[in-house]
């Protein structure tokens, strides 16, 4: 069983990414640079991380070649207004050293900005050729659907939070209808108690697998999902990868889709929308 690419919009994006939030410096460009070397083929930056440039330095420090990795980077919510968005993504190419991101994301959405005027700087980027192709994060079905309609490139990823204790089927389910990857952040559920949930466990003793590896394989065997646990630590690096060689049956997936909650969110800043 090979690593699988979620097609969208346009874009071929392999379903399981680096993700870097709160890794900085030599820590993360190590982990990026390690997490290459191994095998990882997509890593995920925003200029909000302040971790660029290390982003960037493992990239070079791997041997796999710029074109074989697909790097995503996101612009924050005050700088999504024309102009003022272009000049951050060129900002972001120069700390990561590249000529072009390959996803360009809208960190969160503003409502002191038009939306209009965000996705019509977001397609310019795109069409500058500053990112291969664009998409949003943090958008609910209604804001991905105004986006999905003001946008004239396509809108090809939304990257909100999701695992096992966050039910996001309706938004996924708007994300496949208009053929946009749903990428999910923090689909460790941030490495808390959600990896000491019995029925993970219990899966993961039946698979020897861990209970990481048993939650990443839930985001990625369904359809149109793409994960990108972080970890700055080389182990749990590798751990996070190696599930490419099993597969969870349909009732597995039904006891994890189970866990659900009402309180399941764990991230909403003041900034966040009124979610889904
Ligand atoms: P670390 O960087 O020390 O590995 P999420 O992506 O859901 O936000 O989770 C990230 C958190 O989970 C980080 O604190 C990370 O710590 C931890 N983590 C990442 N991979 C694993 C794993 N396989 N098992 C346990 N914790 C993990």
């Given at each position: 069983m090979k690593m699988h690419n979620v097609e969208a919009g346009g874009a071929s994006i392999p379903c399981l990414g680096l993700g870097t939030w709160a890794a900085r410096g030599p820590e993360c460009a190590s982990a990026v640079s390690f997490a290459l070397e191994i095998g990882y083929r997509h890593i995920d930056t925003a200029?909000?991380?302040?971790?660029e440039e290390a982003v960037g330095e493992g990239l070079r420090a791997s041997?796999?070649?710029?074109?074989q990795i697909f790097l995503t980077t996101k612009v924050g919510r005050d700088d999504i207004d024309e102009g003022r968005l272009e000049r951050a993504a060129e900002a972001s190419l120069k700390r990561l050293g590249v000529?072009?991101?390959d996803l360009l994301l809208i960190h969160w959405p503003n409502p002191a900005i038009p939306l209009k005027r965000s996705i019509a700087a977001l397609c310019k980027a795109r069409r500058r050729g500053l990112a291969r192709h664009i998409g949003v994060s943090n958008f609910t079905i209604r804001l991905l659907a105004e986006a999905t309609a003001l946008a004239?490139?396509?809108?090809?990823a939304n990257q909100c939070e999701y695992h096992?204790?966050?039910?996001q089927s309706q938004l996924i389910a708007a994300c496949r209808k208009s053929d946009v990857a749903f990428t999910s952040y923090?689909?460790?559920?941030?490495?808390?108690d959600i990896l000491a949930e019995p029925k993970a466990l219990a899966i993961a003793g039946r698979h020897g697998k861990t209970p990481a590896q048993v939650l990443l394989r839930w985001h990625v065997q369904q359809n149109g999902v793409v994960a990108i646990p972080k970890s700055a630590n080389r182990q749990r690096i590798a751990e996070n990868i190696a599930i490419f060689d099993f597969s969870l049956t349909e009732a597995e997936m039904k006891e994890l889709f189970?866990?659900?909650?009402?309180?399941?969110?764990l991230i909403s800043p003041g900034w966040a929308p009124a979610w889904d």
């Open positions: 200029s909000a991380y302040a971790n041997r796999v070649a710029r074109d000529e072009a991101v004239d490139e396509p809108i090809v096992p204790w966050l039910d923090s689909p460790l559920g941030r490495g808390g189970s866990l659900a909650r009402p309180n399941g969110r």
